[in-house]
């Protein structure tokens, strides 16, 4: 049986798509509205505002990745694995969502109120969910907060490279070779891993 989506899901679902071809700039709903075959008055009912349609945005995205990495660590035995997929996933995806990836987060950096969810999750949501991968591979609870910060600057500079160069198989030799030391304990940090 398929549920039916709903209006307001199917819009979030347009905008997403729209924000991530053009980014977000200073787009208003009205060119929004227009871009996506909709009413100014259609997206202000669903979404109240410009910023409660991008904290939308960010809520459906952050959303979608935080269920793909628990579905990955529920599916693998090996945390090291569900990481791996984790970062093909990201890195098929960096090309198309790079982009609005670091240009929300620049609004997260900068402190604008509709952001303020997505400043938490950069900041904490991440931290919480590779700590887990940690933990759940071996590590004791503080080392493995460690490492979770470390892997997710690798992440997203990583992330980075790869939306700016297209160099697929170096930022892939490079999360492999981070990973492979992580997962043998050796030194990265100055510290064991």
Not at 15 to 37: M, N, Y
Not at 65 to 70: S, V
Not at 105 to 118: P, T
Not at 150 to 176: N, P
């Amino acid at each position: 049986m398929t549920t039916a989506v709903s209006a307001h899901d199917a819009l979030l679902a347009k905008a997403v798509a729209w924000f991530t071809e053009h980014g977000v700039g200073d787009t208003s709903l009205r060119t929004l509205a227009a871009e996506l075959g909709t009413s100014h008055r259609m997206l202000h009912y669903h979404f109240g505002s410009r910023d409660g349609l991008l904290v939308a945005v960010v809520e459906a995205v952050e959303r979608a990745e935080k269920e793909i990495l628990a579905r990955l660590l529920d599916e693998h035995d090996d945390p090291y694995s569900a990481g791996a997929t984790f970062w093909e996933h990201v890195a098929d995806s960096a090309q198309t969502f790079a982009p609005l990836y670091f240009e929300l987060a620049g609004h997260a950096m900068l402190g604008h109120a509709w952001a303020r969810s997505l400043r938490e999750w950069l900041t904490d949501g991440w931290v919480e969910a590779l700590t887990k991968l940690y933990v759940s591979a071996g590590h004791p609870p503080v080392r493995a907060a460690e490492l979770a910060r470390m892997s997710l600057a690798m992440a997203r500079g990583l992330t980075f490279e790869l939306a700016l160069t297209g160099d697929r198989a170096a930022v892939d030799a490079a999360m492999a070779a981070f990973t492979e030391s992580t997962r043998a304990g050796r030194e990265i940090g100055g510290r064991p891993a």
